[in-house]
Nanobody
Framework: QVQLVVSGGGLVQAGGSLRLSCAAS????????GGWFRQAPGKERSFVAD???????SYADYVKGRFTISRDSAKNTVYLQMNSMKHEDTAIYSC?????????????????WGQGTQVTVSS
């Protein structure tokens, strides 16, 4: 059973940066896909980014160029570096893992979820 623990949320001013971490136990991100999703108040959960086997990454258009997903295989941890943050990035961010090597952006394709962390961007 894969367990994911998220850390790193908080309050940041618009234009600032935050880094989220997602540490896995009971499984490895090296052979699974790790993803980040977010859910803003009153909205559906939406895809942010994922990192697949061999380090291939994909991003939602609304974060492309500002957010970077990465992986430290030695620590079995996936990160989400968020730069140039905007007020509309305010949401609860969750990490997830799936055995699928080429998942779509659907959260239903992810089998394991960490707890969410609140990210608030003040304008």
């Amino acid at each position: 059973q894969v367990q994911l623990v998220v850390s790193g949320g908080g309050l940041v001013q618009a234009g600032g940066s935050l880094r989220l971490s997602c540490a896995a136990s009971g499984g490895t991100f090296s052979t699974n896909t790790g993803g980040w999703f977010r859910q803003a108040p009153g909205k559906e959960r939406s895809f942010v980014a994922d990192i697949r086997r061999y380090g291939i990454t994909s991003y939602a258009d609304y974060v492309k160029g500002r957010f970077t997903i990465s992986r430290d295989s030695a620590k079995n941890t996936v990160y989400l570096q968020m730069n140039s943050m905007k007020h509309e990035d305010t949401a609860i961010y969750s990490c997830a893992a799936t055995k699928m090597s080429h998942p779509t952006s659907l959260s239903s394709q992810y089998d394991y979820w960490g707890q969410g962390t609140q990210v608030t961007v003040s304008s």
